[in-house]
């Protein structure tokens, strides 16, 4: 089986590498062709233009088709479209359909359509008149400008004005008007007799006629039309923003579309979101991220095993009893442990469209990495016509959105004075000395400036179309010396060889240079460093001492050391992109190939000076370079047969290939503190090195049928062969089927006046993961370490993880049922999706008995559904000549349970929850659920906390100290990391020349875990073992002091902080991470953007087709009962199934830009 399986992969590279030799050379002798401008009446579109201003449908049109435009924007402004459809139709066609309606025409030169105002026609015979007013047919009556009126048998005819007035001059006589509109019921008028001197008034209302979407959406290996869609796909465009997209496309997509939770994890610029399609569908940390393909190329993903920068020095993750200490890393994870965000490269002004695929149907073609949903970017291209110049340009400041209250220096020596006096009446009082009152946060914090500037250019001859681009981001991060860069340029080509071959290539580099990594740690020390400390010694030298109590010892910790002399940065090189070649058989019949490349190399480097200790400084070198390429190739059909059927198919086949190489060396002992080369240290030490790669052979097929526009059926199939499965499990395929029906075509429903367009659409499939499992998932890993036991000049060789033949992929049946709505004359367009998502065989990381070596083994373990909903609604609430209004919004719920876990008892489960803070699996829960013993508050009469047991009852002895056969049966599920719902609403007003945007995310139901509360007020972990004092909250100095006293934080000393455990001291329970007391409510609102906008008109600024000026707010106001800095950050990472932890996490920055947009 595995030398068939290598053999068809050699074959399949073969054939694949010579087409792709084929396309590149002969990409550059591009022939003399005759130009897609040439004739618009050969140039076939399928677009949709939405309801709006004239001037949005030619921008539309001119998106979709291969052509520029050139127009005064102020005429177009002014006038209304409604919303209709064009199908496969010529462009000459389209364009007349537009502009004769509205008193304009076009002509065609250099290829580029000019539009300009046409004069209107007047009989100069006329001695009547024939005048009247044209409504839409509503209770609001609004008038329609624009409206076509026209003499039947004559060239006779008119266009209303703004007020939907006409006029029309005619020779006495009998005649018949058609009054047009696009989108709306042409109507007749007949027998106006029309008399010498006399003026007659027809007043006539236009109803809304049926408007289905027919714009082009991407899918996968190919592009469709909305209206004949059975699948679930979500859309964002970043043309709609009407101010700057940001600085990652993972942000952009926050409350955007239904079914895709969206979280900005940290406020460190360029970090990775968590992006969460239809709930957490495995128990692998890996497993839950979807695919993501950029011009058919599918992209890397976040790897939370390799895919990681670790500035750690090596030290293991601590934890304990008492919450995390100062010193310590994160409770279950390394604080130094940097998540790469791939988007993070891609620069967002060169996205053309955003398509999520959520259901079966539209996932199953991507086969075994469908499960998570799929996200397809396509990048922008260029149009046949004369060269146009974009430029863009902006400035921001950002602030964090809100810091913590922390103790000045006396009142922290006070502090900690009284708890050792309530504790030991005869303590000294001078261990903690006064008089310094360094404010660490606002030594290390700044306002941070930001700048984007963006060039393209784009046009086309008559053998190719080309878009170029470059770009430039800087963010500053509000902690000092700490900064986000990124230089990036694309190339995007495309020509045809002759009328039935063409080739192409979308090519991006990219060089980003994360300075930001050293940011997390310098905020967190910043916020828990004594502040009776200075900064520096009368030398000038750093204070490295943690506190200057004079019991303590010295840590070495000094935030403003750090961040002005210690270094954390990765840079990151990209190369994306692919070249294809097409061939055209016929009409209906195209053969496609396509080859691909993602390749990054990565270098990350750590430094340390001189600190308390002798190590003398340390330095970090890691370098990280994955390299993936992937050749598909394709047979698409698109066939009509007759006027009812139509077939639209892929069949193809692909090859993917990802190499990835990682090594780490660590230097100590360096001569001097400017000189931190690795080869300058003393010792050397590789403490990584890893080479590892991975294939995946897909055979995949699709075929869409439609029957009179009515019904629609389709089905998918994929079959992936991959190298991370053993040779039982190695080929698997996943089918999928789907079904709709468009009532609204039907005769019945033709007299419903108030609906518009229905369609409802059903599909069953199946899809697949491989849960994250690395590229070696079934087999054993080794590795060489220098920490093992060591031979002589020899390292050890270690098992790094056990292998397991039996491994299967994890498989996913989703039934999504939905419907699609137009009512109210197209004012209102909504969306409905229900789903139902079970997965089997969840790859989980299965615990061993220590004897073994190891702790854990990955195992096909967990069975899991989710259950969820989703609604969105889209509405034109005003269109007037002057004014427009619309609104968009979008709200989604998802229940996710556990269904079985296989050989993973519940006891076991509880206590792993007690370790990785307070997460709990069991059967009927949730996957990110909090399983934790209850808080209940504090006794006003001694300031004892109290606790509620299993059976409700309130005890003032901490549960785990009192009862140690199974302490765990008191502990309850206390709420879920994910929200119940979760949404996003906006709304754009135009005035004139102005826009105003405002856009609000929100999130209800979900909890978070305020480590970072409980690490600020965790006063008792430095002091019960000589340790050093962490700085606390200002909260704390409302703590219990007499009987009576109306507080929720408990005496200094007290029957739960101050509980003997032996021989290792005591602990404080209070501050636990499996307990419920910092356990609070994540729900938020957030106002995400406010914009305001104002479009120059092109009289005021020649030679200029637009000239546009904004300024812009992000982050601006969170409505939340959350205490901490902000609700949607996450200690651990994007990873969905680490959610609802905040561990003094970097806050979101508050933002304010101005920018311009120049076109020319």
Do not use: C
Not at 917 to 940: A, C, D, H, K, L
């Amino acid at each position: 089986m595995r030398k068939t399986f290598t053999k068809l992969i050699w074959q399949t590279m073969r054939l694949s590498v010579i087409v792709a030799s084929i396309i590149m050379m002969t990409f550059g002798v591009l022939k003399a062709e005759k130009g897609w401008g040439q004739n618009l009446k050969e140039q076939k579109v399928s677009v949709t233009i939405e309801s709006g201003t004239l001037e949005a449908a030619i921008r539309r049109i001119e998106s979709t088709s291969k052509i520029g435009f050139a127009y005064d924007y102020d005429v177009l402004k002014n006038i209304q479209v409604a919303e209709h459809r064009f199908l496969n139709q010529p462009l000459d066609q389209i364009l007349n359909d537009l502009l004769k309606s509205n008193g304009l025409i076009y002509s065609l030169k250099n290829n580029t359509i000019l539009i300009v105002k046409a004069p209107k026609t007047e009989s100069k015979k006329a001695t009547g008149v024939i005048k009247g007013r044209v409504v839409e047919n509503s209770s609001e009556a609004s008038p329609l400008p624009g409206v076509t009126v026209k003499v039947e048998g004559s060239t006779a005819a008119t266009s209303t004005d703004g007020d939907g007035a006409y006029k029309l001059n005619l020779p006495p006589g009998k005649y018949r008007l058609v009054f047009s509109f696009i989108g709306f019921e042409t109507r007749i008028v007949d027998n106006i007799i029309v008399e010498e001197g006399k003026s007659r008034d027809i007043n006539i209302s236009l109803k809304a006629a049926i408007a289905f979407l027919q714009e082009a959406v991407v899918v996968g290996y190919g592009v469709q039309e909305k209206r004949s869609l059975t699948g679930s796909i979500g859309s964002y465009k970043p043309i709609d923003e009407v101010g700057q997209i940001p600085l990652t496309i993972d942000n952009a997509l926050i409350g955007k579309i239904a079914g895709v939770q969206v979280a900005q994890t940290s406020g460190m610029p360029g970090s990775a979101s968590a992006i969460i399609i239809r709930g957490v569908s495995t128990l692998n940390k890996n497993g839950n991220t979807p695919l993501v393909v950029i011009d058919g190329v599918p992209v890397y993903s976040i790897d939370r095993n390799n895919n990681t920068t670790d500035f750690s020095g090596n030290k293991l993750p601590g934890f304990s009893f008492g919450g995390t200490g100062v010193n310590e890393p994160y409770a279950n994870g390394s604080e130094n442990k940097i998540e790469n965000n791939p988007l993070a490269s891609i620069n967002p002004e060169d996205i053309e469209s955003i398509e999520v695929l959520k259901d079966a149907y539209a996932t199953a073609i991507y086969g075994s990495r469908g499960a998570a949903g799929v996200i397809l970017i396509t990048t922008k291209k260029g149009k046949s016509g004369k060269m146009k110049v974009d430029f863009s340009l902006s400035s921001s400041t950002s602030d964090p959105v809100k810091t913590p209250s922390m103790m000045n220096g006396d009142q922290y020596a006070d502090f900690y004075s009284n708890y050792m006096k309530a504790k030991n009446p005869n303590a000294p009082m001078d261990i903690f000395p006064k008089g310094v009152n360094t404010n660490w946060l606002d030594e290390v914090t700044r306002t941070a400036l930001g700048t984007n500037a963006n060039l393209s250019l784009s046009g086309g001859s008559e053998n190719m179309i080309y878009s170029v681009s470059g770009g430039y981001d800087k963010q500053q991060s509000y902690i000092i010396n700490n900064d986000f860069s990124r230089y990036q340029g694309r190339v995007n080509l495309e020509g045809n060889l002759s009328k039935s071959f063409k080739v192409g290539a979308n090519v991006a580099m990219s060089y980003v240079d994360n300075n930001a990594l050293n940011a997390q740690r310098v905020y967190r020390n910043a916020v828990l460093r004594a502040p009776n400390t200075a900064i520096t010694d009368e030398q000038g030298q750093y204070v490295w001492r943690f506190t200057p109590n004079k019991q303590g010892a010295n840590e070495d910790t000094n935030p403003v050391a750090w961040a002005n002399t210690g270094k954390n940065h990765r840079v990151d090189t990209r190369m994306l992109g692919n070249v294809f070649g097409e061939v055209k058989f016929n009409s209906w019949a195209t053969w496609h190939s396509d080859f691909g490349v993602d390749w990054i190399n990565g270098d990350a480097y750590s430094r340390e000076v001189d600190k308390l200790s002798t190590r003398e400084g340390m330095a970090t070198s890691t370098s990280n370079n994955n390299h993936r390429w992937v050749i598909s190739n394709e047979l698409r059909i698109n066939k009509v047969l007759g006027y009812k059927h139509g077939f639209n198919a892929t069949l193809g086949q692909s090859f993917e290939s990802s190499n990835e190489s990682i090594s780490s060396v660590v230097g100590e002992g360096f001569q001097s503190d400017g000189i931190l080369s690795i080869n300058a240290a003393n010792t050397k030490k590789v403490t990584n090195s890893m080479d590892q790669k991975w294939a995946l052979v897909s055979y995949f097929g699709r075929l869409n049928y439609q029957y009179n526009n009515r019904y629609l059926a389709g089905v998918t199939y994929r079959l992936d062969g991959s190298s991370k499965f053993g040779k039982n499990h190695q080929y698997v395929g996943f089918p999928s089927f789907s079904l709709g029906w468009v009532p609204s075509e039907e005769a019945f429903m033709k007299d419903i006046k108030w609906i518009d367009q229905l369609k409802f659409r059903g599909s069953l499939g199946y899809t697949g993961n491989d849960g994250g499992t690395g590229y070696y998932g079934n087999q054993g890993t080794y590795k060489l370490s220098p920490y093992g036991a060591n031979y002589g000049s020899l390292s050890s060789l270690e098992v790094s993880a056990p292998n397991n033949p039996n491994l299967e992929w994890e498989t996913t049946t989703m039934l999504d049922l939905g419907m699609d709505l137009t009512l109210l004359r197209s004012r209102v367009t909504l969306g409905l999706d229900y789903y139902n998502k079970d997965t089997k065989n969840s790859i989980v990381g299965s615990p061993l008995p220590s004897f073994m070596g190891f702790s854990s083994q990955s195992q096909n373990l967990a069975d899991i559904t989710n259950k969820g909903w989703e609604i969105t609604i889209n509405s034109r609430n005003i269109a007037g000549k002057k004014f427009q209004w619309f609104t968009n919004f979008n709200i989604s719920r998802n229940s996710n349970t556990i269904n079985k876990l296989h050989k993973i008892d519940a006891e076991q489960s509880a206590r792993l929850a007690e370790t990785n803070g307070g997460r709990y699996w069991y059967p009927g829960g949730s996957s990110t659920s909090f399983y934790m013993y209850e808080w209940g508050g504090i006794n006003p009469q001694n300031g004892n906390p109290i606790w509620i047991n299993k059976n409700g009852e309130k005890v003032e002895q901490p549960i785990p100290s009192t009862e140690y056969t199974n302490p765990d049966q008191h502990r309850k599920v206390m709420g879920d990391a994910l929200p119940k719902f979760y949404g996003g609403l906006g709304n754009t007003f135009s005035y004139k020349g102005f826009e105003l945007n405002a856009f609000l995310s929100f999130s209800y139901g979900n909890k978070i875990f305020n480590g970072a509360k409980a690490s600020m007020m965790n006063y008792t972990e430095g002091t019960f073992s000589g340790l050093n004092a962490a700085n606390l909250s200002t909260d704390l100095l409302n703590y219990w002091k007499n009987a009576g006293d109306k507080t929720d934080i408990p005496g200094l000393v007290n029957a739960s902080n101050n509980v003997s455990m032996g021989f290792f001291g005591a602990t404080d329970y209070t501050q636990g991470r499996y307990t419920s007391r910092f356990l609070e409510d994540a729900s938020y609102i957030k106002l995400r953007s406010l914009t305001l906008a104002y479009t120059f008109k092109t009289k005021m600024v020649s030679n200029l087709y637009r000239f546009k000026v904004f300024v812009e707010g992000n982050n601006l106001f969170t409505i939340t009962k959350y205490s901490g800095m902000d609700p949607e950050v996450s200690a651990f990472g994007s990873s969905a199934l680490n959610m609802g932890y905040d561990e003094l996490t970097l806050p979101a920055m508050r933002t304010f830009r101005l920018g311009l947009q120049i076109g020319l």
